[in-house]
């Protein structure tokens, strides 16, 4: 499986590394307190079959982060997403609807 990074093109996948979930907010520092929040961000996930947006890093490159929009049942990459690119997707987006970005 080749990953085109955004800095430096397709590489091998044994250059990356998988680093979570690219949807999930994490708390702002008002809800401390708040454990539901808390559990709802380090353990509730979505098991899905469809496109998924996934953190990912060039860590045996560039070391850059970016956002893999991939479905999880084919494997497909449908998109990629510099960080920026991202954050700007994500102000377009409801804040559950980012998994079903357009590619
Ligand atoms: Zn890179």
């Known amino acids: 499986m080749m990953i085109n990074c955004p800095r430096c093109g397709k590489r091998y996948l044994s250059e990356f590394s998988y680093e ?11 809800s401390l307190m708040d454990n539901q929040a808390w559990y ?24 850059q982060f970016f956002v893999v929009i991939r479905d999880l049942h084919t494997h497909h990459i449908h998109h990629i997403y510099s960080m920026s690119e991202w954050q700007k997707q994500r ?9 079903e970005v357009q590619s």
């Not at 979570?20 to 008002?30: F, H, K, V, Y």
């Not at 102000?91 to 998994?99: L, M």
């Open 20 to 30: 979570g979930d690219a949807t999930l907010t994490r708390p702002d520092e008002t």
């Open 91 to 99: 102000q377009k987006q409801p804040e559950n609807k980012t998994a």
């Open 40 to 63: 709802n961000y380090v353990y509730a996930r979505v098991n899905n079959k469809e496109k998924h947006a996934e953190l990912w890093q060039h860590s045996q490159g560039c070391r």
